[in-house]
């Protein structure tokens, strides 16, 4: 007997197709570097299939889709905060770059 | 009952037998609540000693300490400690207060013991790795305390370590090259004490409340040990790659603090690519939350011990609750005010600045409620509530200063002088410190089963009251005459017609340092010659109270608590008594 | 954790007690908790590594699709499988089939022992062409090496950790010593270490790919 009885969720077969998923994702991400596109956007696309990525696994994989709502809204914004803040220290990093273009 | 029976406890041996299991290596929630109190005394006896040797120094620089060359015989020769061996007793004392008082203490310290208690569960949700999170945390302090002892003595960089000087290793100076290792891996070490501490705090909060027991109906002190666990979860995740960074640099030859081009003492450093700024985002995205860390559980403390001797609630208990909320919140938005000055994107300056007049809100909304709640209420003066009452008053002193320090044109004056040192003494570790004082006058009959000597306590209040004052009300003066921190020594024509405020602040510290042997005999006389303690000495409300003075193993004696009231019904109109405990049967209809 | 503490928190809710708000196991919880502390600490260090790439003008994509960025995808296939036979393992453990459980269990421990390895092998062949935490043979920035090793090192580290997990799980859980619940706690473990690779991978072999 386990608490998890209830919500099993579904089978190994859905899971398959999740994996599937995922490494398709994984072949954009490798087509997509390869567009010879400027190293910005290459980044823009490659970070929106990261989250992509993660947050399809998170949410099938992670079960976090068979767990009551109120896990996912403690955890996500938490971490989506957090990770918020921390682009506080791009203007730093870019005007780094710009001194030492200067100085060469 | 056959259900409780049938409900497996926490615990499903019995009580642990053996001096070892039961005082050393035990899982029991309360032993290592004691067990941090204990690391935090010893730590805040050092630290104290720290800055006792600091202060006799910057008031009197050429005063030869008695002994001192045996603590380091190149940091202090004859007697007199080097300028390197200053800042090397400050780093240390930084470090020590910071990690191993003010979050042991009210955090750890408490938390650990009562949390648990104030929910109605017989232990924390994972009693060994509660175990385990204390005998980490020893373990880290043992490693920075063996920085003492190794050749060129403690690291000289301050408490914040900042790079470059922390990340090139000996050619920088006396201190940073084992000094500086010891330091990084001892935080490393206390990171991932905390988070397992954290983590345990957080599944106990959510998961083992009594029945009855909902989230709105928890004392002050544990919702507020929940909320800096669940920030301590989120900062300390952050300092410890940081500290595995600097390591690298300092061992492996990474760049990642160490700009190229370097030349410390005449030697080109090999390093190049990294960024001495990289650091103190790093650090102070931990370091800010750290403060409100050290400071929300001792804002749950007093809050929690108010009620009991005013013989009322508080006004707008979940108002405090939001406000504990809120500063959580915010307290990582504020980060770059330490970094005003330090080269940063202006811009991020304004950016950073906004939300840290912001957090000025829930703290004074809090204090407000405090003073609205004492004032017209027949508070009993005991030690207790004194140092409760001593908290609000250095909170707001330091306070104060923090909006001049928000505002980086005000703080391009301030940054690194005795101002900043006033604010963050009186705001944090002396307000932390009273909650300590409080929280142990108000438990120890609780945690020990003796009554503490109330005359003595009153006394070391008010010696200690009148004297933090002392120390730290001059600072400011010292701060805005443009006096520097973390000189060892003033020579400068401006700063040494200062020096007599500096003999002035030197003798305070000297003296309320003295008065704490106060409640160190006061502690140790109660231990042994204390009263014994009743169940209920303060006829207070919350759930320890509902358990003898000590608990039993399992807090509860194996019963199994119903809760049907609030944790602060004092006064209530219409009930039998003056005051209605949480497990008390008795239904109050609202008036 | 033993199985008397994870009993405790399994009956939460039941005789005497406040449910959870999450109403999982406690373990569950302190696992997501642990999750949510580990991504912040990946994070932190992957921005420290976008910052330092940006401040870099000399910044060095030294990746070729033969054999880098082909070793990171099948690095990358094999890591996404053991999550899927992880899966595999708790739905088997949920239903009771404790033989079929250990069975995935030791598949996805093997799985990751496999990544473990590659990786291994991956970074011997960098440092024989020269590459070191504070050396660029292709004359570019030092910060390249530094911030591949140390982000790629906390991920094996993470890997090799949940290898011996598994181990010890995977034993366990056959004497039955440990339950489902376990089982799945580590999942979610395991799980995240797969989800930290999804960020490693496009950040650090695919934006340095040449």
Not at chain 2, 367 to 374: A, D, K, N, R
Not at chain 2, 438 to 444: C, K, R, S, V
Request: net charge neutral; charged share 10%; proline share 6%.
């Amino acid at each position: 007997m386990s608490v998890q009885g209830a919500a099993l969720g579904p089978g190994m077969k859905f899971f398959v197709a999740v994996w599937i998923a995922l490494m398709c994702i994984v072949g954009v991400e490798v087509i997509v570097t390869y567009q010879h596109l400027p190293p910005r956007q290459l980044l823009v696309w490659l970070l929106l299939l990261a989250f992509l990525e993660a947050g399809v696994a998170a949410w099938y994989f992670m079960h976090l889709k068979y767990e009551r709502a109120a896990l996912t809204w403690s955890l996500l914004p938490a971490l989506v905060f957090v990770v918020f803040m921390m682009d506080h220290i791009w203007p730093d990093a870019f005007r780094l770059a710009s001194l030492r273009l200067l100085s060469h | 009952m056959s259900e409780a029976a049938a409900h497996p406890a926490v615990h499903q041996h019995t009580a642990p037998t053996g001096f070892i299991r039961k005082y050393v290596f035990s899982v029991d929630h309360k032993i290592i609540g004691l067990q941090y109190y204990g690391l935090a005394l010893v730590a805040v006896f050092v630290g104290m000693v720290l800055s006792w040797l600091m202060r006799i120094h910057l008031g009197w620089a050429t005063f030869a300490i008695p002994g001192l060359h045996l603590l380091s015989s190149t940091g202090a020769p004859g007697n007199v400690m080097t300028p390197e061996y200053y800042l090397s007793l400050m780093t240390m004392h930084g470090t020590i207060m910071v990690f191993f008082v003010l979050t042991n203490a009210p955090f750890s310290g408490f938390g650990n013991y009562f949390l648990p208690i104030q929910v109605g569960a017989p232990d924390m949700a994972f009693p060994r790795m509660n175990m385990m999170s204390f005998w980490v945390t020893l373990v880290a302090f043992l490693v920075l305390m063996a920085s003492f002892f190794v050749s060129d003595g403690p690291t000289i960089a301050g408490w914040t370590v900042y790079a470059p000087l922390s990340a090139v290793g000996k050619d920088a100076g006396p201190g940073l090259a084992m000094g500086q290792n010891l330091w990084a891996v001892a935080i490393a070490i206390f990171c991932v004490g905390q988070l397992l501490g954290s983590l345990n705090f957080i599944a106990t909060t959510l998961d083992l409340r009594t029945k009855g027991m909902s989230l709105l109906r928890l004392p002050f002190s544990t919702w507020a040990w929940f909320i800096t666990s669940v920030i301590g979860l989120l900062a300390f995740a952050v300092l410890l790659p940081a500290c595995v960074l600097l390591i690298l640099d300092r061992t492996a030859g990474t760049s990642f603090f160490i700009p190229g081009g370097l030349v410390v003492s005449d030697h080109l450093q090999p390093h190049t690519g990294g960024s001495p700024l990289l650091w103190q985002h790093l650090f102070w995205f931990f370091g800010h939350p750290e403060v409100y860390i050290a400071i929300l559980p001792a804002i749950g403390i007093v809050s929690h011990i108010l009620p009991a001797f005013m013989r009322k609630p508080l006004l707008g208990p979940r108002v405090i609750v939001g406000c504990m909320v809120a500063i959580g919140f915010l307290s990582y938005m504020v980060w770059g005010h330490h970094m005003f000055v330090s080269g940063m994107n202006p811009f991020s300056a304004l950016l950073f600045s906004v939300p840290t007049l912001i957090i000025t809100i829930p703290a004074t909304i809090a204090t407000l409620l405090w003073i609205g709640s004492v004032y017209g209420a027949k508070l009993r003066f005991t030690s207790a509530s004194l140092f409760c009452l001593g908290f609000i008053s250095v909170f707001i002193s330091g306070g104060i200063s923090g909006f001049f320090l928000a505002q980086p044109s005000i703080d391009t004056y301030l940054h690194a002088t005795y101002f900043v040192v006033a604010h963050f003494h009186f705001v944090m570790a002396v307000a932390a410190i009273f909650a300590i004082f409080a929280g142990t006058y108000f438990w120890m009959p609780k945690m020990i089963g003796r009554m503490m000597n109330e005359t003595l306590g009153q006394i070391h209040f008010w010696i200690t009251f009148v004297g933090v004052y002392c120390i730290f009300m001059p600072m400011h003066y010292l701060g805005l005459a443009g006096n520097v921190r973390r000189y060892a020594a003033f020579t400068d024509d401006f700063l040494v017609p200062l020096i007599p405020v500096h003999q002035f602040i030197t003798i305070a510290a000297l003296v309320t340092g003295a008065a704490q042997f106060i409640f160190l005999f006061n502690l140790i006389w109660t231990r042994f010659r204390g009263p014994k303690a009743p169940d209920n000495p303060w006829n207070a409300t919350s759930l320890e109270w509902s358990t003898t003075s000590p608990p039993p193993f399992d807090n509860f004696g194996g019963r199994q608590l119903v809760v049907h009231h609030e944790a602060y019904e004092y006064g209530v109109a219409g009930s039998a008594g003056d005051y209605v405990m949480q497990t008390s049967p008795e239904v109050v209809k609202p008036q | 954790m033993d199985v008397s503490e994870l009993d405790a928190t399994i009956h939460a809710g039941h005789a005497g007690m406040e449910e959870s708000p999450y109403g999982i196991p406690s373990g569950k919880l302190a696992m997501w908790c642990f999750v949510l502390s580990d991504a912040v600490t990946f994070s932190a260090v992957l921005f420290a590594y976008g910052y330092l790439r940006i401040g870099s003008p000399d910044w060095s994509t030294p990746f070729t699709f033969v054999p880098s960025v082909l070793n990171g995808l099948v690095m990358t296939f094999v890591l996404l499988t053991s999550g899927l036979t992880m899966l595999a393992a708790v739905e088997a453990a949920k239903a009771g089939r404790t033989a079929a459980g250990t069975r995935w269990l030791w598949a996805t421990c093997a799985l990751g022992a496999l990544f473990a390895g590659m990786h291994l092998m991956e970074w011997r062949h960098m440092i024989e062409e020269g590459w070191r935490l504070f050396q660029n043979p292709l004359g570019g920035s030092v910060e390249f090496g530094a911030a591949f090793f140390c982000i790629t090192g906390l991920h094996l580290l993470h890997v090799l950790g949940g290898v011996c997990a598994l181990a010890v799980i995977a034993l366990g859980f056959h004497r039955q010593r440990y339950n489902s619940i376990d089982v799945e706690v580590l999942g979610i473990y395991w799980h995240f270490v797969d989800l930290v690779w999804m960020f490693v991978f496009p950040l650090v072999y695919l934006m340095n790919a040449r």
